[in-house]
């Protein structure tokens, strides 16, 4: 990984289950460098650019994306399918 392409990450994520607890690389937002948020299904579910983010014990997963400054937290479980 170049030093751009880390730079450009927000997160990286630990194996926790089936699941990947993620946790920030730097500070942006409401969320400081080193904070660990919740928990995401894969790296398509949350994006690297925005404030969005995932807090405690939420989860996202399926094809449900969370972007822009989206914020989800508390005992959330989000989940999404692609209908065409």
Do not use: C, P
């Amino acid at each position: 990984m170049s030093k751009m392409e880390k730079f450009m990450k927000k997160y990286s994520t630990k194996k926790e289950g089936n699941m990947l607890r993620i946790i920030a690389l730097h500070s942006f937002g409401e969320v400081g460098k080193g904070d660990k948020g919740g928990l995401i299904e894969k790296n398509s579910n949350l994006s690297h650019s925005g404030n969005a983010w995932v807090f405690g014990e939420a989860s996202v997963s399926g094809d449900a994306k969370v972007f822009g400054d989206a914020k989800v937290f508390g005992d959330a479980s989000v989940s999404g399918g692609f209908i065409q």
